[in-house]
T-cell receptor, first 116, second 112 residues
Framework: GAVVSQHPSWVICKSGTSVKIECRSL??????MFWYRQFPKQSLMLMAT?????????EQGVEKDKFLINHASLTLSTLTVTSAHPEDSSFYIC????????????FGPGTRLTVL | DAKTTQPPSMDCAEGRAANLPCNHS???????VYWYRQIHSQGPQYIIH???NNETNEMASLIITEDRKSSTLILPHATLRDTAVYYC?????????????FGTGTQLKVEL
């Protein structure tokens, strides 16, 4: 149980286009989802915390207008990278927690974004 | 969340125990110690967590010192598939919305 999926697993796009990444909790309801970014040979950096039905909370330095997050249901959160540029190329990972009582975060497999 | 310090890398022979240390000298009384690992190009995987007592599950054992300022993750019989970056994280256990702050972790390389 507690499986989190991401789609797509990898994407290549042209500079200036927008890319949407989906994060789904497959067998549980996730009140809270998190989005992380990881550059090569670096650690995961939290971008934002997403709660179902409310606006996401972004970490300092993360542009909310560039990284649009929507958490419309208890099983789906989306991250849209708008007007992507080569410096946005990274590994994007989501995680989800079970309901309000759970403390363990379950991570998705990640999405590799390459912007040409 | 309290800061943690881990060695950047460690090697271990397959079949031997891998002991990964973590220092968290500023941990507060209500913060837990969590361990995750990340195999290359995959999402992190939860391993184990604890507050004061030593913990064991099917993956590993967690030994926390009495003063809670350090801990050790033990993989009793390391295999090649245990090669990964291991992250030690301390955080409050106040519910599902509590975020994780990842440090640089320890790159464990298990070799034949």
């Amino acid at each position: 149980g507690a499986v989190v999926s991401q789609h797509p697993s990898w994407v290549i796009c042209k500079s200036g286009t927008s890319v949407k990444i989906e994060c789904r909790s497959l067998d549980f309801q996730a009140t809270t989802m998190f989005w992380y970014r990881q550059f090569p040979k670096q650690s995961l950096m939290l971008m934002a915390t997403s709660n179902e039905g409310s606006k996401a909370t972004y970490e300092q330095g993360v542009e909310k207008d560039k990284f649009l997050i929507n958490h419309a249901s208890l099983t789906l959160s989306t991250l849209t990278v708008t007007s992507a540029h080569p410096e946005d190329s990274s590994f994007y990972i989501c995680s989800a927690t079970i309901g309000l009582a759970g403390n363990e975060q379950f991570f998705g497999p990640g999405t590799r974004l390459t912007v040409l | 969340d309290a800061k943690t310090t881990q060695p950047p890398s460690m090697d271990c022979a397959e079949g031997r125990a891998a002991n990964l240390p973590c220092n968290h000298s500023t941990i507060s009384g209500n913060e837990y110690v969590y361990w995750y690992r990340q195999i290359h190009s995959q999402g992190p995987q939860y391993i184990i967590h604890g507050l004061k007592n030593n913990e064991t599950n099917e993956m590993a054992s967690l030994i926390i010192t009495e003063d809670r300022k350090s801990s050790t993750l033990i993989l009793p019989h390391a295999t090649l598939r245990d090669t990964a970056v291991y992250y030690c994280i301390v955080r409050l256990n106040t519910g599902g919305g509590n975020k994780l702050t990842f440090g640089t972790g320890t790159q464990l390389k298990v070799e034949l």
